[in-house]
Structures are given as C-alpha cells and as structure tokens.
C-alpha cells in the first residue's frame, strides 16, 4: 500500500486529555489528518472503516474492546488499516500480544514526544516501528528460546533471500539493499517478491516479525 499524501488518522484512547495530545502533534505536520476520535476500542473499528482511516493509533486498555481486541477486530474487517499501538506498559507480554494481535508498531506513552511521529511515519511506509528496547526484549527472548533447546523450523530461504530479509527488517530501501549486496535494485524486487511468496507474507511488518524469529536482526 503506497504512503498517502496526507494520512487519514483515527486516535482511540479513553482519555480526552490523550487525545487532546496527539490531535496536537499530528495536526501540526502537513502530512496528517485526524479525521476521528474514539473512547473505546468497539469504537474505534467501527469509525476506522467508516472513514476509511490509513491509520490508527491504539490504546492497549480500552473498554468494551481493549487495543489488542480492537485491532484483531480491525486486521479482520479492514487489513489495510495500520495500527500503531500506544501504552503505558513497558511489559513484554503486552508487547507480544500487541505483534501478535497485529499491530504495525508500538509506543510508549512516556516517550510519545520522541518517538510518535518517527513510529507513525515508519509504519505507513510499511516498516514496523519498535523502541529499541523492545526489539532487544523481542530478540532476547528468541535466543532464551534457542538455548532452552526449542526447535527452530529450516528455512524455506536460500542464504541470499535470508540476507535480503535482514536489510529489509534493518529498513533498508531497495536500494540500500542493493548497494550493500552489489547486486541490481531489479535482483533486490525480484528477491522480496519471491520471498514474500515463499513465506506467505504481504509486507515489510511480518518479514521483520520473520526475521526477529529466525535471530536474523539483531538488537
């Protein structure tokens, strides 16, 4: 999904002081619209496909439908939708839950001055946005895994597809890539392409959720 010229944003959060906040920050950038606001997480699917948002920022704890439940309801009804997930806990296991349930990022409400405009960018691009803590929490917990003997399936990539994978989720352009493996930008598309099928996969988000698995990306 190409990156719109200005993207269509809903914020979900229970807190109108929340809300308040962010429609602040994204109004003062050209290349953002808050089209919707929402207090509760039922509302939030409803009103993202209603308005046809690009983009939700979450709150994982909502009521009626909390963030996680939200965006499992939203991927289900309206795939395109990107979800940035916003919360007060720097806890791996909402973490997870958050990847799992499908979110294309996630940001702490403490570091939303740092972090919430790079992470909103990043996601319409189609890369997933993760403070770094996370991404080392996310790779630590893989190599827990490996050395407590958990079986790890071959991969169904060749060692070239593999080190594609790592500049992708490393969020490299094709370019990058290209310069970095001296081979041709056409060679790099046709590599993520392949992959991409190889794998089951649609985008740049789940081939680096891949690569955190397969220890390809490292903190």
Known sequence: MPTPLRTRTLI?????????GLRAVLEREPDFEVVEEAAD?????????ETEADLVIMDVSMPRLTGLQATRELNRR?????????????????????????????????????????????????EPFLYPEALATL??????GLAR?????PSVLTPREEEVVKLIAEANSNEQIAE????????????RENILAK?????????????IRRGLVQP
């Not at 997480?41 to 496909?49: F, I």
């Not at 790779?139 to 827990?144: G, K």
């Not at 003997?149 to 399936?153: H, L, P």
């Not at 970095?180 to 590599?191: D, G």
């Open 149 to 153: 003997g958990e079986d790890v399936a």
């Open 180 to 191: 970095a493996l001296v081979i041709s930008v056409k060679t790099v598309e046709r590599h």
């Open 41 to 49: 997480g039922a509302a939030a699917v409803e009103r993202a496909v």
């Open 78 to 126: 309206a795939p395109d939708v990107r979800v940035l997930m916003l919360s007060m806990h720097d806890d791996e296991q909402y973490l997870f839950e958050a990847l799992k349930a499908g979110a294309a990022g996630y940001v702490l409400k403490a570091a939303v001055d740092r972090d919430l405009l790079t992470a909103c960018r990043a996601v319409m691009r189609g």
């Open 199 to 211: 794998l089951g996969m649609h985008d740049r988000v789940q081939l680096t959720r891949y690569a």
């Open 12 to 20: 979900a959060d229970d807190h109108p002081i929340v809300r308040r």
């Open 139 to 144: 790779v630590r917990d893989r190599l827990d």
